[in-house]
């Protein structure tokens, strides 16, 4: 990240407020988005799945390269269990003197240091001290009015577009909020381990995949139409989805999929959720 200016948050959903974020990095430098992993593990916090998979995560920053001057942000990874003690000046001395970025940005609800001591105002001083460039932007709100019931005891919740936000419209099934908040469809990712793949059935392609094999967060369990199946670099394949409380079950009239027979013993499959 030497040289480069970062953006600084929580990017579990990769939303349009990150993007944002990303787009003003972009604005001024070469953007990086600064991720910290292993926060649940050291806080103790229940294991989740995350909104975007791993492997799919870079995908979504390429897609974002139009909207950064053509320039798809980098993610840089760093050690929650390195920074948790640090205070806020000894957070942006990292960022100086160890990682050598040449400015930050930020959202204008923005903590950081031990206990979330630090707010923007600090990080505006304490950059300006460090001799780098600090960026505060307002929040992308949502212009959804009445997300349903979100959680009322998060303090940090002002209406802006949230991962938690993102989470919330997954468990209640609503597609088309959910790409409003990520600004794309979401895609969900499944690591197929020596399954049967898909069977013809009265010309129609089938199969059920065990909810073990996901990677990332899918929404709550029913059906949804108009979805497309994605297998390496094969063209999407329209199909539809029913999810229950064991399986993913897909299904397609197409035949784009015929050479998919599973014979691998591992494989990717995506897919992406229509409105």
């Not at 600064?34 to 294991?47: D, H, N, R, T």
Request: charged share 25%; hydrophobic share 35%.
């Amino acid at each position: 990240m030497a040289g480069g200016i970062v953006a600084l948050g929580k990017f579990d959903a990769l939303h349009i407020g990150h993007r944002e974020l990303a787009i003003q990095a972009s604005k001024v430098g070469t953007p990086y988005l600064l991720s910290f992993v292993g926060i649940a593990e050291v806080l103790g916090w229940e294991p989740r799945a995350p909104v975007v998979a791993k492997c799919d995560r870079s995908r979504v920053l390429t897609s974002w390269a139009p909207y950064c001057d053509n320039v798809a942000p980098s993610e840089f990874d760093i050690d929650f269990s390195s920074v948790r003690h640090l205070n806020p000046r000894q957070f942006v001395e990292k960022l100086s003197k160890e990682l050598r970025v040449c400015g930050v940005v930020a959202g204008e609800n923005y903590r950081f240091g031990y206990k979330a001591a630090g707010d923007a105002s600090e990080l505006l001083r304490l950059c300006e001290e460090y001799g780098m460039r600090a960026y505060i932007i307002n929040s992308v709100m949502d212009k959804n009015k009445d997300p349903g019931n979100t959680d009322s005891n998060d303090l940090k919740d002002r209406g802006q577009v949230s991962s938690t936000r993102v989470r919330h419209a997954l468990a209640l099934g609503d597609m088309k909020y959910v790409s409003e908040l990520l600004g794309r469809r979401h895609r969900l990712m499944l690591m197929l381990k020596e399954q049967r793949g898909f069977m013809n059935t009265s010309g129609r392609w089938k199969a059920s995949i065990p909810k073990s094999c996901l990677l990332n967060l899918p929404p709550k369990d029913g059906f949804y139409k108009n979805c497309f199946l994605l297998f390496g670099d094969e063209n999407p394949v329209k199909c539809s989805v029913f999810i229950d409380s064991t399986y993913i079950h897909l299904e397609t009239d197409e035949v784009g999929l015929s050479n998919y027979n599973g014979s691998q013993d591992f494989q990717l499959l995506g897919v992406e959720f229509g409105l």
